[in-house]
């Protein structure tokens, strides 16, 4: 038996659990809040273009709107000043999106301190624990925030939601087994989005990854972001794999995805 087809096999009796880690996409899917001036992006909407009916009496079918980052999505490098010159999400390599999975828990600690960060610290402790990171890993962030993701007002939360912190983001960008970083929120970093924030871009001498450190130093290295997980509780810290499944859109910043994880069952 060849190990294509083993793999198959223990799919089908259960020995392999497939986990959706995907947010369904619907109307009131979150989208990541942008203060003004700044523009938003779309969410999502769909149009009905026929239903058995006279526009089309055999068939069903309809039209979608959605911006490239809402629900599940990959965040390529293109996104980010610092990777405005990397690859678009179609032109990410189907390798960088199959690897690893290295879980970082910290429940605990997000229902203490919604926006929680995390700093290089809880990486390497990680890896005191587990073992270096593999080679090609996703690792996430497993913060239990996406039980919040039918409640827009919570999962938005104004003060922000669980991030990543300057030195944390630095720390995934240097590693070279690091492909990308996912999380259970509505983005990688997070951000304030009350009635009186204001987006607060840093100063000349500040270092250029203070606002968004997730996005400019990973995205700027050629390692990519995940968000809106789902189902994060069911992995374990580390021995699962991932398949990361973005739309590859020509040009495209980001690309809605569809995401699954592969589980040994015990």
């Given amino acids: 038996m060849t190990s294509l087809s083993s793999f198959v096999k223990s799919i089908s009796t259960g020995a392999i659990e497939v986990v959706d880690l995907t947010t369904p996409l619907h109307a009131g899917t979150p989208t990541v809040p942008v203060p003004p001036p700044f523009a ?5 909407s769909m149009n009905q273009v026929s239903n058995f009916d006279e526009n089309g009496p055999g068939w069903a079918w309809s039209d979608i709107t959605l911006g490239e980052h809402v629900g599940t999505h990959v965040d390529a490098p293109r996104h980010w000043i610092s990777g405005r010159d990397g690859l678009s999400v179609d032109e990410i ?12 828990d910290k429940t605990e600690e997000v229902l203490a301190n919604p926006t929680f960060l995390l700093e290089a610290k809880h990486f390497v402790e ?21 039980a919040y993701g039918d409640d827009p007002q919570r999962f938005l939360n104004p003060n922000g939601w669980p991030g ?8 995934l960008a240097e590693n070279p087994a ?31 990854g203070e606002f968004g450190p997730g996005h400019y130093y ?5 390692k990519y ?3 809106s997980l789902r189902n994060v509780d069911r992995l374990p810290a580390k021995g699962a794999t991932i398949v990361v499944a973005p739309l590859p859109i020509v040009g495209g910043t980001a690309g809605p995805a569809r995401v699954f994880a592969f589980v040994e069952q015990s």
């Fill in 40 to 44: 938003p992006t779309a969410g999502f």
């Fill in 93 to 104: 390599p189907p390798v960088r999106l199959v690897g690893p999975v290295a879980v970082i």
């Fill in 218 to 222: 990973l995205l700027g290295s050629d």
């Fill in 225 to 227: 972001g995940l968000t």
């Fill in 126 to 146: 990680w890896e005191e624990k587990h073992g270096p990171i593999e080679p090609g890993s996703w690792v996430i962030f497993r913060s239990g925030w996406s």
């Fill in 178 to 208: 690091v492909s990308g970083y996912g999380v259970e929120a509505v983005g990688i970093d997070s951000v304030s989005s009350g009635d009186d924030s204001e987006l607060e871009l840093p100063d000349e001498d500040a270092d250029p």
């Fill in 164 to 171: 990543l912190s300057l030195d944390g983001a630095k720390w």
